[in-house]
């Protein structure tokens, strides 16, 4: 078990990597962000529903029981994903990503409720430097205040959505889990594309730069790495997880800078938030690994 925790800490963190670039493909999309999260959502769902069909059948079985947890798991990734990408639009990918650090924090009170175990005392610790690094960065952002509020509600729901999972992969397969959330997910985004004035229609206007950046959005970014988080959260805890995941900023804001340039500058006072963030994720991995060694 514990050699299958440390290989699970670098897997997670190629994972990081790869959902650094997503935000990345969020702002070079030139589409509304609830189409963008509608063809991730699908893309997604058919390349698991093939590999199910022909290697692994048996995991398309739904049962009564964990028909309402996979609709949660769908309702809560989809209105993420959707707040995600809409965020990036109205501000910057430095700004969004930079507020997904909150999730530490929220995950280091909620796990202990959720699972019912003890609050560790250095896991609050970091969550609360991280939001030390974060009134930093809010100090450099304060009228950007529409875009911080959906941005903390987005990682709220994925705070929510990993405790979920980490729930449900102790009785289902991961890659059950990942398929029907996803599904569910589809259905919830395509009702409200239905029930609303936007229009289907807009998808032929999509370049053909722009479907590369979606397919790889879909496959490598969603349903690759959605079914591998998941597997991950039998040998991690949540709150490592998100806690991790604060580098996903790190590798984002890095690549913009290198893509966008000038647009995603920020102040001084920006990156040494962003440093005080990365200082506690390392800080946990260390003191987890040293538990586990």
């Not at 390349?47 to 769908?74: A, D, E, H, P, Q």
């Given at each position: 078990?514990?050699?299958?925790?440390?290989?699970?800490?670098?897997?997670?963190?190629?994972l990081?990597?790869?959902?650094?670039?997503?935000?990345?493909?969020?702002?070079?999309?030139?589409?509304?962000?609830?189409?963008?999260?509608w063809?991730?959502?699908?893309?997604?769902s058919?390349?698991?529903?093939?590999?199910?069909?022909?290697?692994?059948?048996?995991?398309?079985?739904?049962?009564?029981?964990?028909?309402?947890k996979?609709?949660?798991?769908?309702?809560?990734i989809?209105?993420?994903?959707?707040?995600?990408?809409?965020?990036?639009?109205?501000?910057?990918?430095?700004l969004?990503?930079?507020?997904?650090?909150?999730?530490?924090?929220?995950t280091?009170?909620?796990?202990?409720?959720?699972?019912k175990?003890?609050f560790?005392?250095?896991e609050?610790?970091?969550?609360?430097?991280?939001?030390l690094?974060?009134?930093?960065?809010?100090?450099?952002?304060?009228?950007?205040?529409?875009?911080?509020?959906l941005?903390l509600?987005c990682?709220?729901?994925?705070?929510?959505?990993s405790?979920l999972?980490?729930?449900?992969?102790?009785?289902?397969?991961?890659?059950q889990?990942?398929?029907?959330?996803?599904i569910?997910?589809?259905?919830?985004i395509?009702?409200?594309?239905?029930?609303?004035?936007?229009?289907?229609s807009?998808?032929?206007?999509?370049?053909?730069?722009?479907w590369?950046?979606?397919?790889?959005l879909?496959?490598?970014c969603?349903a690759?790495?959605?079914?591998a988080?998941?597997?991950?959260?039998?040998?991690?805890?949540?709150?490592?997880m998100m806690?991790?995941l604060n580098l996903?900023?790190?590798?984002?804001i890095?690549?913009?800078?290198?893509i966008?340039?000038?647009?995603?500058?920020?102040?001084?006072q920006?990156?040494?938030?962003?440093?005080?963030i990365?200082f506690?994720v390392?800080?946990?991995i260390?003191?987890?690994?040293?538990?586990?060694?």
């Amino acid at each position: 078990m514990r050699k299958n925790n440390f290989k699970s800490l670098i897997h997670l963190h190629f994972l990081i990597f790869l959902w650094g670039f997503t935000s990345i493909f969020g702002a070079l999309i030139d589409l509304n962000p609830i189409f963008i999260v509608w063809l991730r959502l699908a893309i997604a769902s058919i390349l698991i529903f093939i590999y199910l069909f022909f290697f692994n059948v048996s995991s398309l079985k739904l049962s009564t029981s964990s028909f309402l947890k996979f609709l949660l798991g769908g309702f809560l990734i989809s209105i993420h994903w959707y707040l995600f990408f809409y965020s990036i639009k109205i501000s910057s990918i430095s700004l969004t990503l930079s507020i997904l650090s909150t999730a530490s924090l929220m995950t280091s009170f909620l796990e202990p409720i959720f699972y019912k175990r003890p609050f560790k005392i250095y896991e609050l610790l970091f969550g609360l430097v991280a939001v030390l690094g974060l009134l930093l960065i809010f100090g450099t952002q304060s009228e950007n205040y529409l875009a911080i509020t959906l941005s903390l509600i987005c990682t709220l729901l994925s705070v929510l959505f990993s405790l979920l999972n980490g729930h449900l992969v102790q009785k289902y397969s991961s890659i059950q889990i990942s398929f029907y959330e996803l599904i569910f997910g589809l259905l919830i985004i395509s009702s409200i594309i239905i029930s609303s004035e936007y229009k289907f229609s807009k998808l032929y206007l999509i370049k053909s730069s722009e479907w590369i950046y979606i397919f790889i959005l879909g496959s490598l970014c969603t349903a690759y790495a959605f079914v591998a988080s998941t597997y991950i959260l039998k040998f991690i805890t949540p709150y490592t997880m998100m806690m991790s995941l604060n580098l996903e900023p790190v590798y984002g804001i890095f690549f913009s800078l290198i893509i966008f340039g000038e647009k995603e500058y920020m102040g001084i006072q920006f990156y040494i938030g962003s440093i005080v963030i990365l200082f506690c994720v390392f800080g946990n991995i260390l003191l987890k690994h040293k538990k586990i060694s």
